[in-house]
């Protein structure tokens, strides 16, 4: 193993350094209810009986008798999402095996699961972010009985990871395992998929065509098998210690899949210290280290824009404060070793099959762009993270990795990366600061200069395009997508039109305040510019026509209009009272009005901005 990075040292000091007192407090509060432990012990007898009222005699007994441990399910299972129907049938079996071992079992609560895929441009999606917070509340509710030891979380997709690790950090003092159902099996190749989108957006195909080609795509019970946001969450609890090795990408129902939530449970089990092992907390395994190493991950592999929003969130519900300043240097240092649709061909089980997660780990840790000295469920250090879970004799066990990659085509050495770079860049200038992906977007794409097409709404520009209006060059100013204005929806319909008109021949880009999807590609797009519009951010004041400079290389947003010619522009802001009526979002509103700039996390629940962000940014969001 190499020496540590010079960039992972200089970030990880300089975040920590950062981030001093907030951590101080969060780490004080944790000790002090470890200390204090669990109303069991003590417990009022009305109290104690509603508690187990439920329950088989034998467990009754345990619990009052204080004899065992006792773990909390929170679920995020709905048989709405393909991800998360595989829970359906955790629950008894983490019971039946935590009898095994002389433990109890309750399912302390349910959290809400929503699809992207299924609101995707309509009115549903402007709820997607915010139940992220939603499920971070659901979570403490379901924790604040205070009656756990230990606590497994069940879930998978977009939000509902980052919702359940927040939630979940507030009960820091206990030992926790995060639980993934794996990726269904691979369908239609994701390109084919692609393909067939933008020929419907062409209207060279019709609706029969699509629907056909999206089921064979989507089609059984697992996640989505393309490396968007929810296959990055499983990225990141694996390389945060949180899943056992190996987990993130086994396939649902099969033995080996049953093997490694049964072992969750032991896990669990043994952090508590209740076991003969030393107790290991969930704020243990969650600090500044373990958060950069999560930053690696998503640059190495190329994963998902939407978490410059939710590791944030995520970081600061643990007390740690990082930005986008820190993705973007990292990602000057971080090579990026996996190619995963939409940054390649290959989807997940390609990915798993070739290497996975623990040749990617060997690597980054041989490179020294990991930290080592950490803490994971697995107990001190990352070593067991660079093996691999098999069945020995039906047993559960792991073994080396491969010491190559099975296809270089999808994961590769640090030596023969795809990139010297993460592909994440910070996007800098009059406009404010943007985020934009590059790694799936062609080096003679990266530079746009162009005229601008603003719209309020993602389907004016739809309309555009079906109309035959936007045949040029030009930079989409898709704005009033931000938190506070409606939610900060993903934008991922507008990705099959504009790459029409790249493959025309166009020089096209987008510039918003809102979200692309995880799965956003081969389209240069500034995303969660911020400040947003209705924060009266500079986006709020371009017109049509105005030219843009969108340059990736040189991590520059550049409005060409002078500063006194943008200070007599008098802005206007359209009515958006519709934003706030239908489909639920009426019972939204205090989260628009609280919700933080996105380079905060785009969150209702932490109050103002931390004060090492940029000064207008601050302003922006007090005023």
């Given at each position: 193993?190499?020496?540590?990075?010079?960039?992972?040292?200089?970030?990880?000091?300089?975040?920590?350094?950062?981030?001093?007192?907030?951590?101080?407090?969060?780490?004080?509060?944790?000790?002090?209810?470890?200390?204090?432990?669990?109303?069991?012990?003590?417990?009022?007898?009305?109290?104690?009986?509603?508690?187990?009222?439920?329950?088989?005699?034998?467990?009754?007994?345990?619990?009052?008798?204080?004899?065992?441990?006792?773990?909390?399910?929170?679920?995020?299972?709905?048989?709405?999402?393909?991800?998360?129907?595989?829970?359906?049938?955790?629950?008894?079996?983490?019971?039946?095996?935590?009898?095994?071992?002389?433990?109890?079992?309750?399912?302390?609560?349910?959290?809400?699961?929503?699809?992207?895929?299924?609101?995707?441009?309509?009115?549903?999606?402007?709820?997607?972010?915010?139940?992220?917070?939603?499920?971070?509340?659901?979570?403490?509710?379901?924790?604040?009985?205070?009656?756990?030891?230990?606590?497994?979380?069940?879930?998978?997709?977009?939000?509902?990871?980052?919702?359940?690790?927040?939630?979940?950090?507030?009960?820091?003092?206990?030992?926790?395992?995060?639980?993934?159902?794996?990726?269904?099996?691979?369908?239609?190749?994701?390109?084919?998929?692609?393909?067939?989108?933008?020929?419907?957006?062409?209207?060279?195909?019709?609706?029969?065509?699509?629907?056909?080609?999206?089921?064979?795509?989507?089609?059984?019970?697992?996640?989505?098998?393309?490396?968007?946001?929810?296959?990055?969450?499983?990225?990141?609890?694996?390389?945060?210690?949180?899943?056992?090795?190996?987990?993130?990408?086994?396939?649902?129902?099969?033995?080996?899949?049953?093997?490694?939530?049964?072992?969750?449970?032991?896990?669990?089990?043994?952090?508590?210290?209740?076991?003969?092992?030393?107790?290991?907390?969930?704020?243990?395994?969650?600090?500044?280290?373990?958060?950069?190493?999560?930053?690696?991950?998503?640059?190495?592999?190329?994963?998902?824009?939407?978490?410059?929003?939710?590791?944030?969130?995520?970081?600061?519900?643990?007390?740690?404060?990082?930005?986008?300043?820190?993705?973007?240097?990292?990602?000057?240092?971080?090579?990026?070793?996996?190619?995963?649709?939409?940054?390649?061909?290959?989807?997940?089980?390609?990915?798993?099959?070739?290497?996975?997660?623990?040749?990617?780990?060997?690597?980054?840790?041989?490179?020294?762009?990991?930290?080592?000295?950490?803490?994971?469920?697995?107990?001190?250090?990352?070593?067991?993270?660079?093996?691999?879970?098999?069945?020995?004799?039906?047993?559960?066990?792991?073994?080396?990795?491969?010491?190559?990659?099975?296809?270089?085509?999808?994961?590769?050495?640090?030596?023969?990366?795809?990139?010297?770079?993460?592909?994440?860049?910070?996007?800098?200038?009059?406009?404010?600061?943007?985020?934009?992906?590059?790694?799936?977007?062609?080096?003679?794409?990266?530079?746009?200069?162009?005229?601008?097409?603003?719209?309020?709404?993602?389907?004016?520009?739809?309309?555009?395009?079906?109309a035959g209006k936007l045949e040029r060059d030009l930079v989409a100013v898709v704005r009033y997508q931000g938190p506070r204005a409606n939610g900060m929806p993903e934008?991922?319909?507008?990705?099959?039109?504009?790459?029409?008109?790249?493959?025309?021949?166009?020089?096209?880009?987008?510039?918003?305040?809102?979200?692309?999807?995880?799965?956003?590609?081969?389209?240069?797009?500034?995303?969660?510019?911020?400040?947003?519009?209705?924060?009266?951010?500079?986006?709020?004041?371009?017109?049509?026509?105005?030219?843009?400079?969108?340059?990736?290389?040189?991590?520059?947003?550049?409005?060409?209009?002078?500063?006194?010619?943008?200070?007599?522009?008098?802005?206007?802001?359209?009515?958006?009272?519709?934003?706030?009526?239908?489909?639920?979002?009426?019972?939204?509103?205090?989260?628009?009005?609280?919700?933080?700039?996105?380079?905060?996390?785009?969150?209702?629940?932490?109050?103002?901005?931390?004060?090492?962000?940029?000064?207008?940014?601050?302003?922006?969001?007090?005023?």
């Amino acid at each position: 193993m190499n020496d540590l990075n010079p960039t992972l040292d200089r970030v990880t000091r300089r975040i920590t350094e950062r981030s001093a007192a907030t951590r101080s407090s969060y780490l004080a509060a944790m000790a002090a209810q470890r200390k204090t432990g669990t109303q069991r012990t003590g417990m009022g007898c009305a109290n104690m009986a509603h508690t187990t009222a439920a329950l088989p005699l034998a467990d009754k007994l345990q619990i009052h008798a204080e004899r065992a441990p006792h773990i909390g399910i929170v679920t995020a299972y709905n048989d709405m999402l393909s991800a998360h129907q595989p829970y359906e049938t955790y629950p008894q079996k983490i019971r039946d095996h935590a009898h095994t071992l002389g433990a109890t079992v309750q399912v302390a609560g349910g959290v809400p699961a929503m699809c992207d895929g299924i609101t995707q441009g309509a009115a549903g999606m402007e709820l997607s972010l915010f139940s992220r917070d939603v499920i971070a509340l659901s979570t403490a509710v379901a924790l604040s009985h205070n009656v756990f030891d230990a606590a497994l979380f069940l879930g998978i997709c977009d939000k509902i990871v980052p919702g359940l690790f927040m939630g979940a950090l507030q009960f820091g003092h206990l030992s926790a395992v995060f639980v993934p159902a794996g990726p269904m099996t691979s369908g239609l190749s994701n390109d084919a998929k692609a393909k067939v989108r933008q020929q419907y957006a062409q209207g060279l195909v019709g609706r029969e065509a699509l629907l056909e080609s999206e089921s064979q795509a989507y089609h059984s019970p697992g996640t989505c098998t393309f490396y968007g946001t929810a296959n990055s969450n499983q990225m990141l609890m694996e390389i945060m210690g949180l899943h056992l090795p190996g987990a993130s990408f086994v396939n649902p129902g099969t033995p080996l899949r049953d093997a490694l939530t049964l072992g969750a449970v032991k896990r669990a089990l043994a952090n508590t210290g209740r076991t003969g092992e030393p107790a290991l907390c969930l704020a243990d395994i969650v600090n500044e280290k373990s958060l950069v190493n999560a930053i690696v991950g998503l640059l190495a592999t190329g994963g998902s824009t939407n978490h410059t929003l939710h590791l944030v969130a995520m970081a600061r519900a643990a007390g740690v404060l990082i930005d986008w300043d820190d993705f973007a240097e990292l990602s000057h240092a971080v090579p990026l070793l996996a190619r995963v649709y939409p940054n390649g061909s290959a989807d997940v089980n390609h990915f798993h099959a070739a290497g996975g997660m623990g040749f990617l780990m060997k690597e980054l840790l041989g490179a020294g762009l990991l930290h080592p000295d950490v803490d994971t469920v697995m107990g001190p250090g990352l070593d067991a993270y660079v093996r691999e879970p098999w069945l020995d004799n039906g047993q559960l066990a792991w073994r080396p990795v491969p010491e190559h990659s099975g296809d270089t085509a999808v994961l590769r050495p640090v030596s023969d990366p795809f990139s010297a770079d993460g592909g994440l860049r910070l996007l800098q200038g009059n406009l404010g600061r943007s985020v934009v992906k590059v790694s799936a977007v062609k080096p003679e794409h990266r530079v746009v200069r162009a005229q601008a097409v603003v719209v309020s709404d993602q389907q004016d520009l739809l309309a555009l395009f079906n109309a035959g209006k936007l045949e040029r060059d030009l930079v989409a100013v898709v704005r009033y997508q931000g938190p506070r204005a409606n939610g900060m929806p993903e934008l991922h319909k507008l990705t099959p039109p504009l790459a029409v008109l790249q493959d025309k021949g166009f020089k096209v880009a987008l510039v918003t305040d809102g979200r692309m999807s995880g799965a956003s590609g081969k389209v240069p797009a500034a995303i969660h510019l911020t400040p947003e519009a209705l924060a009266n951010g500079p986006i709020a004041s371009v017109r049509d026509g105005d030219w843009i400079t969108l340059d990736c290389e040189r991590g520059v947003l550049e409005l060409e209009v002078d500063a006194r010619t943008m200070a007599r522009r008098k802005i206007s802001h359209p009515d958006l009272s519709g934003n706030g009526h239908g489909s639920g979002r009426e019972l939204f509103g205090l989260f628009r009005q609280q919700a933080s700039a996105a380079e905060s996390g785009a969150s209702p629940l932490f109050g103002a901005l931390p004060e090492h962000l940029p000064a207008a940014l601050v302003e922006t969001h007090s005023g």
